[in-house]
């Protein structure tokens, strides 16, 4: 891939990126707030400022590596916005908001995503190759519907501490023996996820539901078109 083939693809990649990442922590720390803690507001980081929320690894490495080898989808995470469960009102209902509302925000970020593609065939209509400015905006918008469905299939992982695991965690018997599972492994989590990008498995995991979410999406923006 020559440089200026990587300057496009930065061109098309970096506000969908940037604006998923932040919104997905926003949205956990706009639910906490909801829920009584008030942490991520008091700390500053419910700013759209994506600054604030930019993890050097999830944000930049991450995503940056996945590009140069051509990966098949690319997927991120910035720093997560500090919340203290001890101040919710209810503990595990409200863990379970908390942690749905990231992914949920990615869902809807695709979908405005794919209204804005929907706009920009219709209005450049058949002419669309032969206007740069819609070219780039097309390109743009479906990227980011794609990205906010991966972001948001990826989070739902049932691997703590992605959202997924705190999800599941919240929702089984706080005494079942998959708790006690999750909670082992929370510490590695990370780890695990590596692993499962190292050896390839992880596409295989995600990519059923992403095709799934994506195939619903594209009936709906087709209807639309």
């Known amino acids: ?9 930065v061109a098309v990649m970096a506000l969908p990126v ?23 507001e008091a700390q500053g980081r419910l700013s759209l400022n994506p600054l604030r929320h930019v993890d050097p690894m999830g944000t930049v490495l991450v995503p ?10 690319l997927f991120g995470w910035a720093k997560p916005v500090p919340v203290n469960p001890n101040r919710f009102r209810h503990y595990r209902q409200d863990w379970v908001k ?6 949920a925000s990615n869902l809807v970020m695709a979908l405005l995503w794919g209204l804005l593609l929907v ?10 190759d032969a206007q740069p400015y819609g070219r780039w905006l097309a390109a743009m918008s479906q990227f980011g519907l794609q990205f906010n469905v991966v972001l948001a299939v990826f989070n739902l992982l049932p691997i703590p501490p992605l959202d997924g695991g705190r999800v599941l965690t919240n929702l089984l018997p706080p005494r079942s023996a998959l708790v006690k599972v999750l909670e082992a492994i929370t510490p590695y989590g990370l780890f695990i996820v590596m692993g ?3 050896t390839r498995l992880l596409g295989v995991l995600i990519s059923p539901p992403i095709d799934w ?3 619903g999406f594209n009936a709906v923006l087709s209807w639309l078109i």
Do not use: K, Y
């Not at 891939?1 to 496009?8: A, G, K, P, T």
């Not at 706009?119 to 669309?128: C, D, E, Y």
């Open 64 to 73: 940056g590596v996945l590009l140069l080898l051509g990966a098949p989808f």
């Open 196 to 198: 499962l990008v190292a």
């Open 18 to 40: 940037l604006t998923a990442i932040t919104l997905h922590e926003v949205a956990h720390g706009w639910a906490a707030r909801r829920c009584g803690d008030r942490t991520a």
């Open 119 to 128: 706009a920009v065939v219709r209005l450049f209509g058949a002419g669309l």
């Open 1 to 9: 891939m020559d440089f200026n083939s990587i300057l496009q693809q």
């Open 213 to 215: 979410v994506l195939d």
């Open 98 to 103: 908390v942690a749905a509302a990231g992914p």
